[in-house]
C-alpha cells in the first residue's frame, strides 16, 4: 500500500482538522453556539448538535494524538468513537425527519440530507474497519467528515451571502477532499485510485445521481413520507 510521508500527513490531516471545526463553529454559531433567540431549541436538535459537534473535535483530536505519537491513546478514542457514530444515527434521521413533518424541510431536501447521512456514516465505519491500514483509514475518516460537515459549508456560505451560488457551496464543503486528491498527487507523484474513487463518490454518486434522481420521483417522495410516519409519531 502506497504511504504519503508522515510528517506531511501530519501537517495535512491536522490542517484538515482544524478547518472542520472552524467550519462548523463558524457555520453553526448564529443558530446553536451563539445563538440569540430566546426561544430554546427542540431537545433532539440539542443532542443533534453536541453529538455531531464531537465528531468534528474527536476528528481533530484523533490527527493531533498521532501527531504527537499517542497512538494508544489514539486507539481509545476510536473505540469512543463507535459509540457516539451508533448515537450519532438514530438521532440525525430523527431531526432531518422531524423537520420535514413538521413542513420545515422539503421531501427533496429530506432526500439529500439522509442520503448525505447514510454515506458520511458508511465511510466512517469503513475507517473504523480499515484502522489497521493508516493509508485508507484517513482518508475514509476525512471523506466521512467531508460529508458530514456539508450542512456547516452551507450555512457558511449563506453567513456571507452565497447561499443560493450552489458551486461555491459544493466547492466549500468538497474542497478538503480535493486538496486531498491535490496532496496525494504531489505527495505520491500520483493520485491513488482511493482518493479519487472516494471524491467521486462522495460528489457524484450522491449529490447528482441518488439526490437529484431518486428523491425528485414519486418513489423516493414516498419513501419520505413512510419514514417520516414511521420515525416521527
Not at 473535535?57 to 469512543?80: E, K, P, S, Y
Not at 462522495?202 to 425528485?216: A, E, G, K, P, Y
Request: net charge positive; glycine share 6%; charged share 15%.
Amino acid at each position: 500500500m502506497l504511504e504519503s510521508k508522515p510528517r506531511a500527513d501530519r501537517w495535512f490531516f491536522g490542517l484538515a482538522g482544524l478547518w472542520f471545526v472552524a467550519l462548523t463553529l463558524v457555520g453553526f454559531s448564529p443558530t446553536f453556539y451563539l445563538r440569540s433567540n430566546p426561544e430554546p431549541l427542540p431537545f433532539h436538535q440539542v443532542i443533534h448538535g453536541v453529538l455531531y459537534s464531537t465528531w468534528v473535535v474527536l476528528f481533530l483530536c484523533q490527527t493531533q494524538l498521532i501527531a504527537w505519537q499517542r497512538t494508544a491513546w489514539h486507539r481509545r478514542l476510536g473505540a469512543v468513537s463507535v459509540l457516539l457514530l451508533t448515537l450519532m444515527i438514530p438521532v440525525g434521521f430523527y431531526v432531518v425527519l422531524a423537520k420535514t413533518a413538521a413542513g420545515l424541510k422539503s421531501v427533496d431536501d429530506a432526500g439529500f440530507n439522509l442520503t448525505e447521512l447514510t454515506l458520511g456514516f458508511a465511510l466512517a465505519f469503513a475507517g473504523l474497519a480499515t484502522r489497521r491500514r493508516p493509508f485508507l483509514h484517513k482518508r475514509f475518516m476525512l471523506f466521512a467528515v467531508v460529508v458530514l460537515t456539508v450542512a456547516a459549508a452551507d450555512r457558511v456560505a449563506g453567513i456571507f451571502g452565497l447561499g443560493a451560488v450552489r458551486p461555491f457551496r459544493k466547492v466549500l464543503a468538497a474542497w478538503p477532499g480535493i486538496a486531498l486528491v491535490v496532496y496525494d498527487a504531489l505527495s505520491l507523484r500520483r493520485v491513488p485510485i482511493v482518493s479519487a474513487s472516494l471524491l467521486a463518490l462522495v460528489w457524484l454518486v450522491t449529490w447528482f445521481t441518488i439526490s437529484d434522481f431518486v428523491f425528485q420521483r414519486p418513489a423516493g417522495e414516498a419513501l419520505i413520507h413512510a419514514l417520516t410516519r414511521i420515525v416521527v409519531w
